[in-house]
């Protein structure tokens, strides 16, 4: 038996124009003061500096969830980087 779709199921999925969109504004408008402080953070390489950007990164966005995948984010996006660099 198929289920019908709804419309709730489809909440918080990012739609491929959305992603486009924001890929361009992240493009034009560089990194936000938060992204800077956590990429810093990042950049040591110190684990207890990462454990300090999610709760600084937790305190602006507001749950621990959107923290990490913000972190994880910037980890990715500065790996792909340096994979260019080399």
Known sequence: MA???RPSFRK???SKRSKMIREVI???AGFSPLEKKMLELIKTGI???EKKSVKVARQK?????RAILK??????ML????????
């Open 61 to 65: 966005l507001g749950t621990h969830r």
């Open 3 to 5: 289920w019908k779709t």
């Open 71 to 76: 972190k994880n984010g910037l980890c990715d």
């Open 47 to 49: 684990a207890t500096k």
């Open 26 to 28: 992240q493009e034009v």
């Open 79 to 86: 790996q792909a980087s340096q994979r260019a660099k080399k």
């Open 12 to 14: 918080g999925k990012l």
